[in-house]
């Protein structure tokens, strides 16, 4: 929801959406508050300590007061014990799947770019193969700030299963392949026709490899993975 209320220009489609999301969440909100004061009461208190300004925020931009966002002194004495446990093993499952999401979409990026430089050509096609491939960058970014919310409720809570969970950075995303600048020259100088090849650039640097590769037991050549793949190069051909 905050994602889609984050674009500034959206169509009919996804405004219809975004209304029917915020209004789904205010239908669901009383309810929780409710819950809230019997388990949280820690949380009533900060959400009784908000002004009128803070109440009156849109539905993606409501504080839930989670067991995360108490302070440790509300969530010792305002939350049920159970509560906060259930909030950390949950935080933690979440870090997990969201790292194998990160780390799929960029097997899936990195497999599309490969193919996109060996087999794409003309500056029309290769515009809407990066489009596409951005598509994808957008999957990677979506569940990186996922798995970094979900980290950091971990460091608040001061849950033990935080030291599975390393910080995750800007560098971690970045693959090592990349189009060759002398191409983006020529489409600059407007041979719009060429039948040149984008050449794909591999590092030849020493680099670390990323935590990300190795967490959890690392990747798994599971059908899900493939079948992601499989989809995302049929689309990909059927757009060019």
């Not at 935080?91 to 990160?102: G, K, Q, T």
């Not at 990026?109 to 050509?121: D, E, G, P, S």
């Not at 515009?127 to 608040?156: H, M, P, W």
Request: proline fraction near 3%; hydrophobic fraction near 35%.
């Amino acid at each position: 929801m905050k994602r889609n209320a984050r674009i500034k220009s959206r169509s009919a489609a996804n405004e219809m959406r975004l209304r029917e999301q915020r209004q789904s969440f205010s239908d669901m909100l009383d309810h929780f508050r409710e819950l809230q004061e019997i388990y949280m009461p820690g949380a009533a208190r900060a959400l009784n300590a908000l002004d009128d300004k803070q109440r009156s925020l849109s539905a993606e931009d409501t504080k839930l007061f989670l067991p995360s966002d108490l302070c440790k002194r509300d969530r010792v004495s305002g939350c049920a014990a159970r509560i906060v446990d259930i909030a950390g093993r949950f935080r933690s499952a979440r870090c997990s799947d969201a790292i194998a999401l990160v780390r799929q979409h960029l097997h899936n990026k990195q497999y599309l770019i490969a193919f996109r430089n060996a087999n794409v050509t003309g500056q029309k096609d290769s515009t809407r193969a990066r489009s596409f491939i951005d598509r994808v960058g957008e999957r990677v970014e979506t569940a990186a700030e996922k798995y970094r919310k979900s980290r950091q409720a971990l460091v608040n809570l001061e849950h033990p299963d935080v030291t599975k969970f390393p910080e995750l950075n800007a560098s971690d995303l970045t693959l090592d392949q990349e189009v060759d600048p002398d191409l983006l020259a020529v489409v600059k100088l407007g041979n719009a026709n060429t039948n040149a090849r984008p050449k794909t650039h591999v590092s030849t640097g020493k680099r670390t490899l990323s935590w990300i590769w190795t967490a959890d037991g690392g990747p798994k050549d599971d059908e899900s993975f493939q079948d992601e793949c499989t989809y995302s190069n049929s689309y990909f051909l059927a757009c060019n």
